[in-house]
Each structure stands twice: as structure tokens, then as C-alpha cells.
């Protein structure tokens, strides 16, 4: 890690945070404001402030618009 | 695809008759094609395999993932799309998969064992020559000890093993709490409170991330 990575990690972390299993809970919902148009930081705001302090549910978040995007895009052409 | 409802999901996966044999293969199928997606185009660190060994993998996780998803129908609550909550499931599964494979040989040793844990500036990519202000290496190196400082009078035994390879190693929550014999919710709040108590070790000296960035950009 770089040590710019590493006081971001240290100085980007909020006092209350949730776990990575309700993290995991909501982030299907999460996406689907995404998808919609909707701001889902109103309504899940817990969810958006863990994906802000841990990478590893944000890669999985990522992950998952990828794999959305992905199924999308097969399913309109064929 | 045809368009099921998360109603026709839900009883088909759950019908004993040729309907859940159509709507697993069909959910099989849509899984497949997504997760290939992923693993080809945003998986730089897979960008050397062939098409075909990309495909057997996206079959595998689907296969693994497909297990989870019958297992815990009744936990859907229809909050989402139900594609998309099966897909969450597949997204996990296949990058706990990958994180397994990819740190299959990482050790904590080299951090539990008697000796230095703090990486130097240059493994953290600092070098005098490097820095975009030469000027502020001595300044940068004293940071360092007084990051050095905080590993060793704020935290946790278990906090500081658990930190630094979270923090310098960069491994994964997951992978870190196997070794460390605890689940992923218990180690990511471990490693939450370290951070916080490092945080509030660094502002009490009088440093902000934004002096912190300027100094190290
Ligand atoms: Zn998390």
C-alpha cells in the first residue's frame, strides 16, 4: 500500500459503521435505487457511509454493477 | 430472457415440477453470463487467460453461488430485484473465491513474530529521489514514527496484526479473519476500532489528512 492509501484509510474512518453482513443485506436494494435513478444515500445512508470506509464491500459492490451490467447487456442482444 | 416476476422466481425455484428446472437453468444461465462479464472486463489481474478457462471459472462460482441461493430463498424479502439479490450472492461468492486463491500463501508470521512491523517509506512508496517535494523527507520519515508510535502505544495486540495486514499488506477482511480464527463482522469491526483510535492518536499530535496528502502527494 502506498502511504497516501494508508492515512486515507486511517482519516476516512467514521465513528459508527455497520457490519459487512448488513452491508451485504441492503446492497441489492442499494443497487437497484442506483439502477432507478433514485439516490439510495438518503434512504440507505449506513450503507453508502461502509462502502466509503470498507474497500472490501466496495469491490463487491462494484463487482455486482459489473455483473448486472454484464447480464444486460447479453439479455438485449440475444 | 423471459421476464419472471420475483413471485414466478420464488415458486418456480421452489416447485417440484419441470418449472424449476427451466428457472434454475434460465437463473443459471443469467448468473453465467454476468459474472463472465466481470471476470473478463474489470479482472485486470485475469487478463492473461483464455476466454475458455474464463468461462469455466464463471461456471463454477454460478454452480457455488446456485447452492447458496436455494439455501436461503426464504431469506429474499423482496426488497430488491430478485435477479439482483441472486447476483449479490454470486459477486460474493466469486470474489471470496478469488481472495482465497490470491492469498492462499500469505502468512500473519511476519507481523505476529518479535520485530519491526512498520514498512519502511520506500516500501510505501516514498523515496527522496521519488517525492514530488524532496524537501520534505525528513518530515515525511518523522510522520512514519509517529505512525510507528500509534501502531505501538494505541492499539490491541490483536488490533496491530490485524491493522497492518489490513493497512500495509492490503490483504482483505475475510482472508485476515481466517487466519486470525474469527469471522469477517468480528475482524472488520477489530480493524474499524484500531483505525478510529489511530485517527484520533494522529489528530492529537495536530495532523489532518489534508496536511498528511499534501505532504506525501
Ligand atoms: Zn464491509
Redesign the pocket.
Known sequence: MKITDVVKTIFNTKTDDI??DE?FEHIDEYVDMIHAGQDPSEVLPQVKS?LEQ?R??EMEFRALISILEGEIDHADSG | MSERTNQDWLSDLQSESASYVDALEALRAHLERGVFYYLRHDRSDLSQLPDEDIRQMAQDFVQDALIKILDSLETFRGESKFTTWASKIAARVAISELRRVRYKDYSLEHLTAEGEIMPDLASLGVTPEGSPHPENYAEQQEILHMLKDAFENALTDRQRTALSAYIFDGVP?EEIARRMDTN?NAL?KLVHDGRLKLKHYMEDQGLSLEYLLSLFG
Open positions: 457490519t459487512c452491508c461502509h470498507c472490501c464491500c | 477482511v469477517r472488520y
